[in-house]
């Protein structure tokens, strides 16, 4: 039964938009748990020709739209919960549900509310949320937690700004101006920065200050909306409902030079190093005439 929920769990988080969730040959024995669980419920359904995890309709035939709604309040009202909190919610009066089930819940909650939904591991935010961290979930359910961010209407406006005007994040134009998508891309940027960019100390303080918020953010929340502007001088960031445009807008800009300046480093000592080279061996020719000396 592990071993079926966990293939069903890679399924939900990787084949979302597939009918049946891609189970349409044999009779695994995951497919029947989705069958009960979400096809019969309609929790997966296909809307305007797309196939999604969405909340329960009003003639819910499985009732569970109660369960929903209250695991919804909940994490509306607490904003970080952990795992074994949820559990232990959802297994008391008026809901008593089971684990197995609950676990497939928060699965598919990830799914549908992944533009304000996160999940953390030891206290770090998840960049990507596979069945293994669901694994792992079940040996040590206080390892991990829920952090709850809704989306304001002066929050996507800076998202927007973040996707437009941040130069590392013209890769991450498909996945629109969402937070998860906007924070997972600066994490997986950052990481992936050469060792002399992570450490060296000829690049300008304000780089320095950016890269050092960077090395120490762990909510993505707090990052985009308070740690980054914060290190760029926005002495109270953006997390209250004030917003000024203009603000942002400063705000944005000083950021990106910081962070083209730290993905330009390596570049220019490599540039540096080789007119050093073709300086001291007289080579006119280039890099290529370097090559063949």
């Not at 669901?134 to 996707?163: A, E, G, I, V």
């Amino acid at each position: 039964m592990a071993s079926a929920r966990n293939n069903l769990i890679k399924l939900i988080l990787e084949n979302e938009g597939k009918e049946y969730l891609g189970l349409v040959k044999g009779t695994p024995p995951e497919k029947a748990i989705y069958l009960s669980v979400f096809h019969a419920s309609g929790l997966h359904r296909n809307e305007a020709g797309r196939w999604a995890f969405r909340p329960p309709t009003e003639d819910d035939p499985c009732r569970w739209r109660p369960v929903w709604n209250g695991l919804r309040a909940l994490l509306k009202q607490s904003g970080k919960v952990t795992i074994s909190e949820v559990l232990k919610f959802l297994n008391e009066p008026p809901y008593g549900l089971r684990q197995g089930p609950a676990i497939l819940l928060i699965a598919i909650f990830l799914q549908h509310y992944r533009e304000e939904l996160f999940l953390f591991e030891k206290g770090t935010f998840q960049i990507r949320v596979t069945e293994h961290h669901f694994m792992r979930m079940l040996k040590n359910l206080d390892n991990f937690s829920l952090h709850y961010s809704p989306t304001r209407r002066d929050n996507l406006d800076l998202m927007k700004m973040y996707l437009n005007e941040v130069a590392i994040l013209e890769g991450a134009q498909e996945g629109g101006p969402a937070l998860p998508n906007i924070a997972a891309s600066i994490y997986k940027w950052f990481i992936h920065l050469p060792a002399y960019a992570m450490n060296t100390g000829r690049i300008s303080n304000s780089a320095k200050q950016i890269r050092l918020a960077l090395k120490k953010a762990t909510d993505p929340v707090d990052m985009l909306y308070d740690l980054l502007p914060r290190t760029c001088g926005i002495e109270q960031g953006f997390a209250s409902t004030d917003f000024d445009v203009k603000e942002a807008k400063a705000f944005v800009e000083r950021l990106n030079e910081s962070l083209s300046e730290l993905g330009c480093a390596f570049e220019r000592l490599h540039a540096e190093v080789n007119e050093i080279l073709l300086s001291a061996f007289s080579a006119s020719g280039g890099v290529q005439q370097l090559r063949e000396l």
